[in-house]
Nanobody, 122 residues
Framework: QVQLVESGGGLVQAGGSLRLACAAS????????MGWFRQAPGKEREFVAT????????DYADSVKGRFTISRNNAENTVYLQMNSLKPEDTAVYYC???????????????WGQGTQVTVSS
């Protein structure tokens, strides 16, 4: 069992930056691929970014490529999402995700966090 707790969400103006963090419990964190998804009001939850167990494999949604950076620190059981050049359309609840698969995946994960709100004002 893995428990995920997100932090770092908030309100920011367009063009600004935020850094999300996801702290994971459990000794198997380093063997999991990790990811971020988001869900805007009235829309389905969508893939944002994913990182393999070693950090050597990374994948992004086209909508965030070049603006967002995913990273992980296995010693601290934490995965991060650095979000730069934020746009109003990035407004959503952001969810941390853990996959038993070691490699990058865009599919629904095995574990979800509770989510953190990101609001970008124009």
């Amino acid at each position: 069992q893995v428990q995920l707790v997100e932090s770092g969400g908030g309100l920011v103006q367009a063009g600004g930056s935020l850094r999300l963090a996801c702290a994971a419990s459990g000794r198997t964190f380093s063997s999991y691929a990790m990811g971020w998804f988001r869900q805007a009001p009235g829309k389905e939850r969508e893939f944002v970014a994913t990182i393999s167990w070693s950090g050597g494999g990374i994948d992004y949604a086209d909508s965030v490529k070049g603006r967002f950076t995913i990273s992980r620190n296995n010693a601290e059981n934490t995965v991060y999402l650095q979000m730069n050049s934020l746009k109003p359309e990035d407004t959503a609840v952001y969810y941390c995700a853990a996959h038993r698969n070691r490699f990058v995946v865009r599919t629904a994960p095995d574990y979800w966090g509770q989510g953190t709100q990101v609001t970008v004002s124009s």
